[in-house]
């Protein structure tokens, strides 16, 4: 589900030139304007503050343009970028979208509630808590839904992709690999602690972390195979043939990765991650 989400942090546009042709993408970048603003007043790093902004934005755009292919999938590279989807399957009205207009998922939600945990600290769970019922009427997986709307706040085992979707914020504070490590972890444990929700995580904060290094994509590759046992090998063209609708780390970071890795630049990436189904 969250592919194109996934790997849009490896490869994120400028955060000042991004497009706007959607209503809900101002909305979310002037939020994530102000998480920026924050964050760089209270961690000082290398990466300029332009470079944090383009991990959340990328992902933010990545969810918003692959919004409208999520449950009705696509196998090309042709398509309106931020829509509207011409095809759109009147039928399809999850989100309250069937004209095929673009829109912020449950992805981008998460995500910038794990930024808000980092910026501040305090309690994850209640954090998720708090921005998913703020945004009630999103696509949330079903175990993560029943959570949400419980009473309890332990963890469910999950090995669902949503630990890796919501990740990607880590990058901007982890200053080397023992504490994206540590980091990824923490986001994912609160709800996905099964080992591959972990792993996908820590997986997809970690290739992320390397890019914003300036890592090669072969390396990068390289160390994600060697630390976590993924196979990397396989084309984007390759993938396309065969890939379907998958809701698992294991099934979805593996190619969402070599989405980023084997892209020419950021809408390509998201071409390439929306073109192989899923």
Same mark, same amino acid.
């Given at each position: 589900i969250p592919r194109r989400h996934i790997m849009c942090g490896l490869v994120g546009p400028d955060i000042w030139n991004?497009?706007?042709?959607?209503?809900?993408?101002?909305?979310?970048?002037?939020?994530?304007?102000?998480?920026?603003?924050?964050?760089?007043? =209270?961690?000082?790093?290398?990466?300029?503050?332009? *470079?944090?902004?383009?991990?959340?934005?990328?992902?933010?755009?990545g969810d918003i343009v692959g919004s409208v292919y999520e449950f009705d999938n696509i196998k090309? =590279?042709?398509?309106?970028?931020?829509?509207?989807?011409?095809?759109?399957?009147?039928?399809?009205?999850?989100?309250?979208?069937?004209?095929?207009?673009?829109?912020?998922?449950?992805?981008?939600?998460?995500?910038?509630?794990?930024?808000?945990?980092?910026?501040?600290?305090?309690?994850?769970?209640?954090?998720?808590?708090?921005?998913?019922? =703020?945004?009630?009427h999103l696509s949330y997986g079903g175990m993560f839904g029943r959570w949400l709307r419980g009473g309890s706040r332990e963890p469910y085992n999950s090995w669902g992709n949503g630990s890796a979707m919501r990740v990607s914020a880590v990058a901007w504070v982890a200053t080397d690999e023992a504490e994206v490590m540590a980091l990824a972890k923490s986001s994912a444990e609160v709800t996905h602690n099964?080992?591959?929700?972990?792993?996908?995580?820590?997986?997809?904060?970690?290739?992320?972390?390397?890019?914003?290094?300036?890592?090669?994509? +072969?390396?990068?590759? *390289? *160390?994600?195979? +060697?630390?976590?046992g993924y196979d990397l090998t396989e084309s984007v063209d390759s993938i396309r043939t065969w890939y379907r609708f998958d809701e698992s780390c294991e099934g979805t970071v593996p190619q969402a990765i070599i989405c980023a890795l084997g892209a020419m630049n950021f809408e390509d990436a998201i071409r390439n991650a929306i073109s192989i189904g899923g």
């Amino acid at each position: 589900i969250p592919r194109r989400h996934i790997m849009c942090g490896l490869v994120g546009p400028d955060i000042w030139n991004a497009p706007a042709q959607a209503s809900h993408t101002v909305v979310i970048a002037n939020t994530l304007a102000r998480c920026v603003n924050r964050f760089t007043n =209270k961690v000082q790093k290398s990466f300029s503050v332009k *470079a944090k902004g383009r991990i959340m934005i990328g992902a933010i755009i990545g969810d918003i343009v692959g919004s409208v292919y999520e449950f009705d999938n696509i196998k090309t =590279k042709d398509f309106p970028f931020f829509g509207p989807r011409q095809d759109a399957n009147a039928n399809y009205t999850d989100n309250g979208r069937p004209t095929g207009e673009c829109f912020f998922t449950d992805d981008t939600v998460l995500t910038i509630a794990v930024a808000d945990w980092l910026l501040d600290g305090g309690d994850l769970a209640e954090r998720l808590v708090a921005y998913g019922r =703020k945004y009630p009427h999103l696509s949330y997986g079903g175990m993560f839904g029943r959570w949400l709307r419980g009473g309890s706040r332990e963890p469910y085992n999950s090995w669902g992709n949503g630990s890796a979707m919501r990740v990607s914020a880590v990058a901007w504070v982890a200053t080397d690999e023992a504490e994206v490590m540590a980091l990824a972890k923490s986001s994912a444990e609160v709800t996905h602690n099964h080992p591959e929700g972990v792993k996908g995580a820590q997986a997809t904060a970690l290739a992320v972390w390397m890019a914003l290094q300036g890592t090669p994509p +072969e390396d990068i590759r *390289a *160390a994600i195979t +060697e630390r976590f046992g993924y196979d990397l090998t396989e084309s984007v063209d390759s993938i396309r043939t065969w890939y379907r609708f998958d809701e698992s780390c294991e099934g979805t970071v593996p190619q969402a990765i070599i989405c980023a890795l084997g892209a020419m630049n950021f809408e390509d990436a998201i071409r390439n991650a929306i073109s192989i189904g899923g």
